[in-house]
Antibody, heavy 120, light 108 residues
Framework: DVQVVESGGGLVKPGGSLRLSCILS????????LNWVRQAPGKGLQWVSS????????SYADSTKGRFTVSRDSAQNSLFLQMNSLTVEDTGVYYC?????????????WGQGTLVTVSS | SYVLAQAPSVSVAPGQTARITCGGH??????VNWYHQKPGRAPVLVVF???GRPSGIPERFSGSRSDNTATLTINRVEAGDEADYYC???????????FGGGTKLIVL
């Protein structure tokens, strides 16, 4: 069975940094793109970042570009999101999701999310 | 940037058909995915690539699209279908994934 487990969320002050991790298992990790999606309290889904299966192609939402860095480690079957210069608008639940194997932009398996709270 | 427009809510009686729409410029040329999300839970993919259905998703859920509108149709609606529904595409102009604002399905 495919499993997706995020960690690393917590309370951080504005301007601070946080590193989210996600462990994925139950499938061939190197074959799939991976995504981060967040959800502010009471709001809709917002795409944050994606990384290709090989890690060579990365894309970011305009609101996070230059502050967030996505990476992956096949030895650990893990996805990471380094978040710097955090603002209160970055508060929300961050979901890690498995992307597509060949083409497609959908995310078919999602973790339960990790809560990031940016507050002074 | 590419925008997907969804109505805030749709109401339907049990046993009836719910149609949730997603408007976007020339969306008929893009692959559309749909998710549902219940309170406090992670999103669940219900339709991928316009009309594909992941394993475990009932045949009552189907997707379609025309020039500027994509539609998620739920036949024989059940109380358990009450959730927020989101459409999603990939915008090749910006290399961004885009979500619609979400539609709350209310089962009367």
């Amino acid at each position: 069975d495919v499993q997706v487990v995020e960690s690393g969320g917590g309370l951080v002050k504005p301007g601070g940094s946080l590193r989210l991790s996600c462990i994925l298992s139950g499938f061939s990790f190197d074959d799939y793109s991976l995504n981060w999606v967040r959800q502010a309290p009471g709001k809709g889904l917002q795409w944050v970042s994606s990384i290709s299966s090989t890690g060579t192609h990365r894309s970011y939402a305009d609101s996070t570009k230059g502050r967030f860095t996505v990476s992956r480690d096949s030895a650990q079957n893990s996805l990471f999101l380094q978040m710097n210069s955090l603002t209160v608008e970055d508060t929300g639940v961050y979901y890690c999701a498995r992307g597509s194997r060949v083409g497609g932009s959908y995310s078919d398996y999602w973790g339960q999310g990790t809560l990031v709270t940016v507050s002074s | 940037s590419y925008v997907l427009a969804q109505a805030p809510s749709v109401s339907v009686a049990p046993g009836q058909t719910a149609r949730i729409t997603c408007g976007g410029h020339n969306i008929g040329s893009k692959d559309v995915n749909w998710y549902h999300q219940k309170p406090g839970r992670a999103p669940v993919l219900v339709v991928f690539d316009n009309s594909g259905r992941p394993s475990g998703i009932p045949e009552r859920f189907s997707g379609s699209r025309s020039d500027n509108t994509a539609t998620l149709t739920i036949n024989r609606v059940e109380a358990g279908d009450e959730a927020d529904y989101y459409c999603q595409v990939w915008d090749d102009n910006t290399d961004h994934v885009v979500f619609g604002g979400g539609t709350k399905l209310i089962v009367l």
